[in-house]
């Protein structure tokens, strides 16, 4: 069956439900790029707070990236994610330390700075990779050291959401299915 001829067989429910999976995926292509430019559209992602020189906080392993998923019900169009932590990066917010957390804290804390490497005399070296892991190791023990019930802001790094971006490629999808339906509904009324 061509392009053509499902329209031709199409209905307005049909055209409307057409309308959305072709906007969902151009959005979820659209949020997918986010990743690519570090930011929501425009607006860059802050830098996280943790010295790390392993790329962008966002991208370390691509599990959010991987995990954001659509869903389409009654020509709305959903994003979730099944990860715990998704929804504090996008939209931002405060989390609250518990001991569990302070145990990876330390543990990051002992792996970043047992990465150190010394010189043939005992001493730490002067390298570049040895004092951007000193300054993580230092972030690590900072956060390693705070209370249990104490605040971490976690500042917004939005990838999914409503964006003026997103218009005129909404605003493109709806035209072009409305002018190849029209178009395919005119010919069966002329002779």
Known sequence: ???????????IKELENKITRDVAIELADEFDR???????????????KILNSRGSLMMRT????????YSV???AILFSSSLPYASIHN?????????????????????????????KKGTVGNSQRNQRLTAEANSWK??????VGQK???????????????DRPI???????IALFSNEQAKTFMP
Do not use: C
């Not at 691509?62 to 998923?69: A, D, H």
């Not at 900072?142 to 209370?147: H, P, R, T, Y």
């Open 1 to 11: 069956m061509t392009f053509l001829q499902i329209y031709k067989k199409m209905n």
């Open 34 to 48: 986010n990743f690519e430019r570090k930011a929501f559209f425009d607006k860059k992602w802050q830098h996280a």
């Open 62 to 69: 691509g599990s959010l990236r991987k995990s954001i998923r």
């Open 73 to 75: 019900k009654e020509n």
């Open 91 to 119: 939209e931002g917010g405060e989390i609250i330390v518990t001991e569990k957390m302070k145990r990876f804290f330390w543990a990051m804390y002992y792996k970043s700075s047992g990465a150190v490497t010394k010189t």
């Open 142 to 147: 900072g956060l390693a050291l705070m209370k």
């Open 152 to 166: 971490i802001k976690i500042e917004q790094r939005q990838f999914v959401g409503d964006h003026p971006a997103l």
């Open 171 to 177: 605003e493109n999808i709806i035209n072009n299915n």
